[in-house]
């Protein structure tokens, strides 16, 4: 139904897990997909396996803490594809510890990566978005920067962060035919989850009312709409895909 056809869509972090995912939807779609990440391995393999199965896909290495990395990659993919159309800051880590525990490092490193990197894309993919007056750029939050979560005052940060930027430039660009939404995923299994003890699994599975972890495409299918000509008046906003465990 959502058709991505000559859409020119970056995703990042998309050597695994969601990103993956959303780079496998936005194929089917028909869009000519970018992956990035830093691991030129995974994403070779990740290409290759998109084009076996019909998709137009390439791949960019780029560290996207990286401000002018970042920035050059993105002129790079102009001229090669002539556009760009849809930007997925998906890339993300966690370094989780007590604030009392937490390290500069720790801080800086998240925030650099998951809050600055999103900052960078978006400056980045600015001007060829406003020259065609359409774009998509969407945020992956997570459901922790609406609640905050013990353990977690970087990441949360980060991800509060994201959302209040992304209300902030949907409201500058909106005049320009862009879009810029979020979405706060709850608990979705991928290597990022993987890291919790069996034990923390089981209690966040107590507390999601629909009883199941997600999956990478339940978080994709969402991307894809946002990404759409459909979904052209929503702009500024965060969807929560959680099976239920924010509900309040
Ligand atoms: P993951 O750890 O499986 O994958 C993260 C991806 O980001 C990898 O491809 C990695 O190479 C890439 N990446 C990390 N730092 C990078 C950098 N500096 N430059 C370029 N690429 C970089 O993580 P997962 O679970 O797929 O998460 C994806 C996004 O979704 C993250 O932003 C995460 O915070 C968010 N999220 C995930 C949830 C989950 O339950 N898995 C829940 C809520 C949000």
Not at 128 to 149: E, Q, Y
Request: aromatic share 6%; hydrophobic share 45%; with cysteine.
């Amino acid at each position: 139904m959502f058709d991505l056809k000559n859409k020119v869509a970056v995703v990042t972090g998309a050597s695994r897990g969601i990103g993956k995912s959303i780079a496998e939807t936005f194929a089917s779609a028909g869009a000519i997909v970018i992956c990035v990440s830093r691991s030129e391995d995974a994403l070779i393999n990740l290409v290759e396996s998109l084009k076996a199965s019909g998709g137009n896909a390439h791949y960019r290495t780029c560290d996207i803490s990286d401000g002018e990395a970042f920035t050059s990659m993105v002129k790079s993919i102009v001229t090669d594809f002539g556009q760009l159309d849809i930007l997925i800051n998906n890339a993300g880590i966690t370094q989780d510890t007590l604030l009392m525990r937490m390290s500069d490092e720790q801080w800086t490193q998240v925030l650099d990566i998951n809050l600055k990197g999103a900052f960078f894309g978006i400056k980045a993919v600015m001007r060829p978005m406003m020259k065609k007056r359409w774009g998509r750029i969407i945020n992956i939050s997570s459901i922790v920067g609406i609640t905050g979560n013990a353990g977690q005052a970087n990441y949360a940060a980060s991800k509060a962060g994201l959302i209040g930027l992304t209300k902030s430039v949907a409201k500058e660009v909106a005049s320009r035919g862009i879009t810029v939404n979020c979405i706060a995923p709850g608990f979705i299994k991928t290597d990022m989850t993987d890291e919790l003890s069996d034990q923390v699994k089981e209690k966040i599975l107590k507390d999601i009312p629909i009883g199941r972890m997600g999956d990478g495409s339940d978080i994709a299918s969402a991307v894809l709409f946002l990404a759409s000509e459909e979904a052209s008046f929503i702009t500024g906003q965060t969807i929560v895909i959680d099976g239920g465990q924010i509900i309040s």
